[in-house]
């Protein structure tokens, strides 16, 4: 059966990178909605590339209003594989050119080569692999392509509301072996007015601008202060935090810069957090002490520097499935008197929102900050290891790549967070960084061969 499989996705290698070449040489970034494509002209070209070539398989397809198109194969369908056509924005310092895909060294070059057209293909190619291979299906299969996976997933609030969920759902659009655990997650925002008298007093504060980042720079504004008199607090606070402050003066005013290390909130222990390291260096220096400084004192004792694990705000908590509860102190502006922040936790199982939400609204209305409004905690995603699809999913992993098939649990969420029963399943594998969401992503070639193959097999499995 895998000599089979393997043999007749390799007859395909030179039909797939064509495929693959005529999807990512488009612009499929969300734009402004136009009529008929809720995404803009870019993710909805890319769907129709994807149905034409879709139908030159000899599949049926149907599109859902440009929020996602779809093929099934076989009659009541149980398996669903689940993809996005659309990319990020390619951003600045490429090598190669974004959307005109080169191959070099055994490498796809190009936006979505791998996140996620590659990934679309790989299954669009294993359904064809076990049309061909295995004719008809006891039970169907289905590829959704969806448009709006990077911002958001509004496209699959659309298509169900238009389509059932089936019993199996595989996404490749994360990594392997497996993931069936993803922590929820709370965001919250939150804004509190001050009064600012005195002398020496904070003017301004510009801090992260994205919750789910830690922030690496922040900078602030303060009155009635000479640099020279504080030069030891910031060296000290500088040996003590790793993080770099850079000081100006002028007409009396004092600018402090702070720069860290950025890295994302499913992970905060990465970075260096430019904005808590500030808000140290404030809370040492002999400010006028007012509402806007203890705000400042209260915040940094909420959320101090270097903490990730929530412990000060009263919701430190962790599981042996899942691993620690995180905080990332994201976003903290503040300018006449108002202050306006936001937080992201990631959360394991066990969380909700009487141990989670609750504590940290209070403790911050303890303080008299407040939430902007009432937001949701998003909740844990989780499939038990012995679910038909994850055993079916490892065993075949084991067979095609030699290595031990595991589950992974992680802070972010994919694209099957909010489908019950769905694990992402590939397409990166662990050691190789595929530049995604940077300058210069790529595939490897001979991976997504592998990824069609064990689609395949999978399919045969679930469906035959």
């Not at 043999?7 to 990512?24: A, N, T």
């Not at 504590?359 to 209305?365: A, D, G, P, R, Y």
Request: contains cysteine; hydrophobic residues 35%.
């Amino acid at each position: 059966m895998k000599e089979k499989i393997s043999s007749y996705i390799e007859s395909q290698r030179e039909s797939f990178l064509c495929d693959l070449k005529k999807l990512v040489d488009i612009r499929s970034v969300r734009e402004e909605p136009q009529k008929d494509m809720p995404f803009g002209k870019g993710p909805a070209k890319a769907l129709e590339e994807a149905i034409k070539i879709s139908a030159s398989h000899g599949f049926d397809t149907i599109n859902f209003d440009n929020y996602a198109g779809e093929i099934t194969y076989g009659k009541d369908p149980v398996l669903m594989l689940l993809a996005h056509l659309d990319v990020v924005h390619e951003g600045d310092f490429w090598t190669y050119e974004p959307y005109n895909m080169i191959i070099e060294d055994g490498k796809a070059y190009g936006r979505g080569t791998t996140d996620d057209k590659g990934a679309m293909l790989c299954c669009l190619y294993a359904m064809k692999a076990a049309r061909e291979l295995f004719g008809e299906p006891k039970r169907g299969v289905r590829l959704v392509m969806g448009c709006g996976e990077e911002t958001g997933s509004e496209d699959m609030d659309y298509y169900f509301s238009k389509r059932e969920k089936l019993p199996f759902t595989l996404s490749p659009d994360a990594d392997y072996p497996l993931i069936n655990l993803e922590k929820g997650r709370f965001a919250p925002d939150f804004t509190k007015e001050t009064k600012n008298e005195g002398e020496k007093t904070v003017i301004s504060f510009e801090g992260g601008g994205t919750k789910n980042i830690v922030p690496c720079k922040a900078s602030t504004v303060i009155s009635g202060i000479n640099a020279e008199e504080i030069s030891g607090i910031i060296k000290d606070v500088s040996e003590e935090t790793g993080v770099k402050f850079d000081i100006s003066q002028t007409d009396g005013l004092l600018t402090i810069s702070s720069l860290g290390v950025s890295s994302h909130a499913a992970h905060p222990e990465g970075g260096n957090n430019a904005q808590t390291a500030l808000i140290s260096l404030i809370n040492r220096l002999p400010l006028t002490s007012n509402d806007t400084s203890l705000s400042f004192k209260a915040l940094g004792k909420l959320f101090p520097h270097g903490e990730t694990d929530g412990k000060s705000a009263g919701v430190k908590m962790s599981d042996d499935k899942s691993g620690a509860l995180t905080l990332n102190f994201g976003v903290l502006h503040f300018e006449n008197g108002l202050f306006s922040g936001a937080l992201d936790l990631r959360c394991p199982l066990g969380s909700s929102e009487e141990n989670v939400k609750l504590i940290i609204k209070k403790v911050l209305s303890d303080e008299d900050f407040s939430f902007t409004d009432d937001p949701e905690m998003i909740p844990v995603h989780f499939v038990p290891e012995d679910a038909p699809i994850i055993k079916t999913a490892l065993k075949v992993y084991e067979e095609y790549t030699g290595l031990k098939g595991e589950c992974l649990s992680i802070g972010g969420g994919t694209y099957v967070h909010d489908i019950e029963g769905g694990v992402a399943f590939g397409i990166e594998f662990h050691g190789t960084d595929y530049k995604i969401h940077g300058a210069d992503e790529f595939a490897v070639i001979d991976e997504l061969m592998l990824t069609a193959k064990m689609y395949t097999a999978i399919i045969y499995e679930l469906c035959y």
